[in-house]
């Protein structure tokens, strides 16, 4: 069974990588598929976001013979929809972080199911860990001190299977793609 997890992961977080990894419990394969919401503008184009989710899904072990994760970019102008009957995958996965989370994500799916009623969406909620966790956040608070942001983004943002070097590193590379002086 093929899942397509579909997001701007600008950038992907712990709680990103946490529904990912639970949808691999249920699906063969899942595609984490970059899109731009147009409503957003975006300090890292869709190939940046998708070579920094790479590294990390490799990090994690989430490429092996017994996890198949795929990252693939929704071209510009192309429905989520279109993406998912190109590539036979007919189930999309969302996370959900609270009511607010629950209500846009419905929104779209009724758009979607009412494109292609063979598209079924389905819902995993965050860990109640990471339940605050949000992209904007994670940005909005890169105007720390690279010091400061790092020791802190390590307690909030922590990602279970990689070492201190590389959570460090990672968390380098946000602050310095969304820090502004």
Known sequence: MLGVYAGSFNPIHSG???ILKRSLDYFDIVTLLIADNPSKQYSLSS???A???KQMIDKLGLRTQCFS???DILPPNKLLKDWCLEHESYTIIKGLRNGTDLDSEMTQEWYTKNLCSDLETIYFT???NKRYLSSTGIKHLACM???DFVAYMKKVNHIDGLTDSE???YLKWVHQSFHKE
């Open 145 to 147: 001190k690279e010091n």
């Open 167 to 169: 959570m460090e590193e």
């Open 51 to 53: 070579k920094v989710a």
């Open 47 to 49: 190939a940046e976001r």
């Open 16 to 18: 990103h990588l946490d």
């Open 69 to 71: 994760v795929k990252v």
């Open 126 to 128: 965050t860990d109640n």
